[in-house]
């Protein structure tokens, strides 16, 4: 029958043991807290572009006349090129080009657009709110082919729409993007307009957020690493002395270890204590039986000796010694006295 192999065990440390489910809770936490956090930082800032963005439409609403902006747009589907630019200049639509570019005072990156529909592929810019050289041209048609946003303004004449997430230009600028049609005095449907915002700030706000959230983290992380270390430290030190005794005492040293006081007792004070204590009763124990072995050496040798001399007693060389002796003493009590 063969032997059991004696298998080394793998050895991992009681503060590992503590630091690595401890770690591994804290990081799945800060996972579904960070991500859940962001989540709401996402939404909670598209709920401020929106409202943002209703401030603006309903700035824009209450300086724009939207009569005179018909009239525009009537005026602009027949005009030729140069009449258009012509048209430019008018007063009336100088007077709302300047509405819109106001909107900038309270609002600054708000970029605004008016437009109308021409047929069912596409529609034509009205107005908007860029001052410099690269506004757009009344009457330039916007389809589907050069506006990657010729959808949402084709919505924007039916409903308003906003969008469901931040988008970002070329440039990779992130913005935000809202349409609404826009209707004369008598309710009619003259057109839309859409609304762009820069939402450069706000998404470094929540950047800041992000990042402080994994500062957070990483803090609670070194502390989590540092409070188990110094926990486990006396502890360690204190296991680490009674393995060391255990071998001194597997080796015949029975010398106590040194337990310092504490104010309050934990299992592993406890533990040195009833160490020290088992110590002693083994090493008196083992006095004992000593002593009881020793004894036990001595009437074990009292008997081997009795049982020696009973067969030296016993044996015929030792009769036959007797009986000469016997013989000799009766040959000297027989001699005659001269």
């Known amino acids: 029958m063969s032997e059991p192999k004696n298998e080394t065990k793998r050895f991992l440390s ?3 043991k503590l630091l690595i489910p401890l770690l591994s809770f804290s990081v799945v936490m ?4 960070y991500f859940g956090a962001r989540a709401y930082l996402d939404t909670l800032t598209l709920d401020m572009m929106a409202k943002d963005t209703t401030t603006v439409l309903t700035y824009v609403n209450g300086c ?3 009569d005179a902006l018909q009239e525009i747009y009537d005026e602009a589907k027949t005009a030729s090129p140069e009449q258009l630019k012509s048209m430019m200049k008018d007063p009336t639509y100088v007077e709302q ?9 309270f609002y600054p990156g708000a ?3 008016t437009y109308y529909p021409v047929n069912e592929d596409a529609v034509a810019v009205g107005i908007d709110n860029d001052m410099s050289s690269e506004t757009y041209l009344l009457g330039e048609l916007r389809t589907a082919e050069n506006d990657g946003d010729f959808d949402l303004y084709q919505s924007g004449l039916q409903e308003a729409y906003a969008y469901d997430d931040l988008e970002y230009d070329e440039n990779q600028n992130p913005f935000y993007g809202f349409v609404s049609p826009m209707t004369n005095s008598s309710g009619e449907t003259i057109g839309g307009i859409v609304i762009y915002l820069d939402a450069g700030v706000p998404l470094q706000s929540a950047q800041f957020l992000y990042n402080y959230l994994l500062a957070i983290f990483g803090g609670v992380f070194l502390f989590i690493v540092f409070l188990v270390w110094i926990i486990t430290q006396r502890s360690l030190s204190e296991l680490n002395a009674l393995g060391a005794a255990a071998r001194r005492v597997a080796d015949g040293d029975y010398a106590p270890i040194s337990v310092k006081p504490q104010k309050l007792n934990d299992e592993v004070s406890l533990l040195g204590e009833l160490f020290n204590t088992m110590v002693g009763k083994v090493e008196k124990r083992e006095e004992k039986l000593q002593k009881q072995v020793d004894q036990l050496k001595i009437q074990i040798d009292g008997e081997k000796r009795k049982k020696a001399v009973d067969e030296i007693v ?3 060389f030792f009769k036959d010694l007797q009986e000469r002796a016997a013989q000799a003493r009766k ?5 005659p006295q001269s």
């Open 30 to 33: 800060f996972v579904i807290g």
């Open 111 to 113: 970029w605004i657009i």
């Open 14 to 16: 009681l503060r590992y």
């Open 64 to 66: 724009l006349d939207k």
């Open 331 to 335: 040959a000297h009590d027989q001699k």
């Open 97 to 105: 080009k300047d509405c819109l570019a106001s909107v900038v005072d």
């Open 314 to 316: 016993e044996s015929d």
